[in-house]
């Protein structure tokens, strides 16, 4: 079992920055992919970002590809999400997720764990 816990959210104006984290309270977290995804209101929950077990390998979603970064630290087991240049179509609850799997999986039925979400607000 892996506990998911987000953090960092919160409300920025447009062309502005945040960074969420995600801590995870499993001994053997580097053993996991971790992806981050996100559901606006009235809209179904999409995939944004993910990373492999080792953080070698990353995947992005076109619509915020150049802007964010994802990123991982095993001896921490913490997985981030680095967000710039954000855009009121950012707005939506980011939730992380963790999959004990090779690869950058961008499927949200692959995941096995989930947080509960942080909202991120991004004013125009």
């Known amino acids: 079992q892996v506990q998911l816990v987000e953090s960092g959210g919160g409300l920025v104006q447009a062309g502005g920055s945040l960074r969420l984290s995600c801590a995870a309270s499993s001994r053997t977290f580097s053993t996991y992919a971790m992806g981050w995804f996100r559901q606006a209101p009235g809209k179904e929950r999409e995939f944004v970002a993910a990373i492999n077990w080792s953080g070698g390998s990353t995947d992005y979603a076109d619509s915020v590809k150049g802007r964010f970064t994802i990123s991982r630290d095993n001896g921490k087991s913490t997985v981030s999400l680095q967000m710039s240049s954000l855009k009121p179509e950012d707005t939506a609850v980011y939730y992380c997720?963790?999959?004990?799997?090779?690869?950058?999986?961008?499927?949200?039925?692959?995941?096995?764990?989930w947080g509960q979400g942080t909202q991120v607000t991004v004013s125009s």
């Open positions: 997720a963790a999959v004990r799997r090779a690869g950058t999986p961008r499927s949200i039925n692959v995941y096995d764990y």
